[in-house]
């Protein structure tokens, strides 16, 4: 299938979720952490001055400086880039700045805290603080490499299939305007009517960061083959998805309806441009 026509596919499950979100400028990562602790967490700032700032107090020392309290407003749900990256394998948080409200010298005990109070209890840290955040002992410790936020490109747009699994697959193309990954996700439904596995297209769209990415899953119903019927689309899950590789993957899927699991996936047409996997690269063999 060509590239354009799976671009308009994917455009009319996902409208309005992703067709028509604004083109936005990328921000530049910091890592915010409490110097000697084992948690941290990535602070995406856009304006040029905060910028200058957190570079300022790195190049005088970390912690250096009055005033660089990081103040923000977080939100639910992983952006594929929010992650501890001080931790071997940089785990995401299921939770990622919204807004950066400011460098401030002091605030309240409320808003007080670190990433793994969040990450205990997402929904009850934002109800009790209004999803404030401020810690107090935490500073920019570190800029997040650039080579570390754009591995995700046009190489691994495609088709891939999930490891031993026969008619099971993905198909992904890269949104640079938005960094953004769009998925169409072959799979097959159990809890069809006519009381056989049918096949399933769900859809799935949302940000990506380095080698990682974090979906949110669509299932669209109504739709009548060779007819322009109206089609629904309603939020199903979640899709996490690690690229070791242009030619490997992993996937970590949560469906509301309780289906979950991981998964292994492989290019379907591997790229003979693409170097040799490591074999420390190699993901693990298995499905949940």
Same mark, same amino acid.
């Given at each position: 299938?060509?590239?354009?026509?799976?671009?308009? @596919?994917?455009?009319?499950?996902?409208?309005?979720?992703?067709?028509?979100?604004? &083109?936005?400028?990328?921000?530049?990562?910091?890592?915010?952490?409490?110097?000697?602790?084992?948690?941290?967490?990535?602070?995406? @700032?856009?304006?040029?001055?905060?910028?200058?700032?957190?570079?300022?107090?790195?190049?005088?020392? #970390?912690?250096?400086?009055?005033?660089?309290?990081?103040?923000?407003?977080?939100?639910?749900?992983?952006?594929?880039?929010?992650?501890? /990256?001080?931790? *071997?394998?940089?785990?995401? $948080?299921? $939770? *990622?700045?919204?807004?950066?409200?400011?460098?401030?010298?002091?605030?309240?005990?409320?808003?007080? +805290?670190?990433?793994?109070?969040?990450?205990?209890?997402?929904?009850?840290?934002?109800?009790?603080?209004?999803?404030?955040?401020?810690? $107090?002992?935490?500073? #920019?410790?570190?800029?997040?490499?650039?080579?570390?936020?754009?591995?995700?490109?046009?190489?691994?747009?495609?088709?891939?299939? =999930?490891? +031993?699994?026969?008619?099971?697959?993905?198909?992904?193309?890269?949104?640079?305007?938005?960094?953004?990954? =769009?998925?169409?996700?072959? /799979?097959?439904?159990?809890?069809?009517?006519? +009381?056989?596995?049918?096949?399933? $297209?769900?859809?799935?769209?949302?940000? %990506? *960061?380095?080698?990682?990415?974090? =979906?949110?899953? %669509?299932?669209?119903?109504?739709? /009548?083959?060779?007819?322009? /019927?109206?089609?629904?689309?309603?939020?199903?899950?979640?899709?996490?998805?690690?690229?070791?590789?242009?030619?490997?993957?992993?996937?970590?899927?949560?469906? *509301?309806?309780?289906?979950?699991?991981?998964?292994?996936?492989?290019?379907? =047409?591997?790229?003979?441009?693409?170097?040799? @996997?490591?074999? &420390?690269?190699?993901?693990?063999?298995?499905?949940?």
């Amino acid at each position: 299938m060509p590239s354009t026509c799976l671009s308009r @596919l994917l455009c009319a499950a996902l409208l309005p979720f992703a067709c028509i979100a604004p &083109a936005q400028a990328a921000p530049t990562w910091f890592v915010v952490a409490e110097p000697g602790s084992q948690q941290s967490f990535l602070l995406p @700032l856009e304006k040029a001055a905060d910028i200058a700032q957190a570079r300022a107090w790195l190049a005088d020392g #970390v912690g250096s400086g009055v005033g660089n309290i990081v103040s923000a407003t977080i939100a639910a749900g992983s952006d594929g880039i929010n992650r501890n /990256t001080i931790a *071997h394998d940089e785990p995401l $948080w299921s $939770w *990622h700045i919204e807004r950066f409200d400011g460098f401030a010298e002091l605030a309240i005990e409320l808003c007080d +805290g670190w990433p793994g109070l969040i990450e205990a209890d997402v929904a009850e840290f934002i109800r009790n603080t209004g999803g404030r955040i401020c810690f $107090w002992n935490y500073r #920019v410790i570190a800029e997040l490499d650039s080579e570390r936020i754009d591995l995700i490109d046009d190489a691994i747009g495609g088709f891939w299939q =999930l490891d +031993g699994l026969d008619g099971h697959g993905l198909v992904f193309e890269v949104a640079h305007n938005r960094r953004e990954l =769009l998925a169409g996700w072959f /799979t097959f439904d159990p809890a069809d009517p006519r +009381g056989a596995a049918a096949p399933r $297209w769900f859809t799935a769209v949302g940000p %990506y *960061h380095a080698e990682r990415a974090a =979906l949110q899953v %669509y299932r669209t119903d109504g739709g /009548t083959f060779e007819r322009p /019927t109206p089609v629904q689309s309603d939020p199903v899950g979640e899709l996490d998805i690690e690229f070791q590789h242009c030619n490997a993957a992993s996937i970590r899927y949560r469906l *509301h309806d309780g289906r979950r699991g991981i998964a292994n996936l492989s290019r379907l =047409l591997p790229l003979p441009q693409c170097p040799p @996997l490591d074999p &420390a690269d190699d993901p693990d063999n298995g499905h949940s």
